[in-house]
């Protein structure tokens, strides 16, 4: 798994990785939550160790939110990662890029591996891969 030392400080904002426009088109009760710190162990505070970044948008109805994070990570780091997500989580095709998609409960995490960015997003309104696939095509847009 990807320690700190490993990742490359990742140069996109919350509002570059996914603009207000692309969040507003994809669900406009959403808002990005300021201040937002990863819950420990997870997969957004793991990008953020791996000098990343983590987002947060709250649903202002339901206070839910989607959490999403980034790390630019060495070419061994994404490497394990993959190996990894082939053993704990589904492959799946649509994110254009090496993806997976895992529902553990009511909570549905997508990953993506787009050398050299390792993409995450988890969240109670993804129940299936197609779900986050809009926002999660907007953060590998921004990341190029």
């Not at 953020?48 to 649903?59: F, L, P, T």
């Not at 988890?122 to 921004?142: I, R």
Request: proline share 7%.
């Amino acid at each position: 798994t990807a320690t700190a030392e490993e990742g490359i400080p990742v140069e996109v904002g919350c509002n570059q990785l996914v603009t207000p426009q692309e969040l507003y088109d994809y669900n406009p009760n959403f808002a990005l939550e300021s201040g937002f710190t990863p819950s420990p162990g997870s997969l957004a505070a793991q990008a953020v160790a791996a000098k990343g970044i983590a987002c947060s948008w709250v649903n202002l109805t339901s206070g839910e939110t989607i959490v999403m994070s980034v790390a630019h990570l060495s070419d061994s780091a994404l490497t394990a990662r993959g190996n990894d997500l082939i053993a704990s989580s589904n492959s799946v095709p649509t994110y254009s890029v090496e993806g997976y998609f895992i529902l553990e409960g009511n909570i549905g995490t997508a990953q993506a591996i787009s050398p050299p960015y390792w993409v995450t997003a988890t969240s109670k309104f993804f129940f299936e891969p197609g779900d986050v696939s809009p926002l999660m095509a907007a953060a590998l847009s921004a990341l190029g």
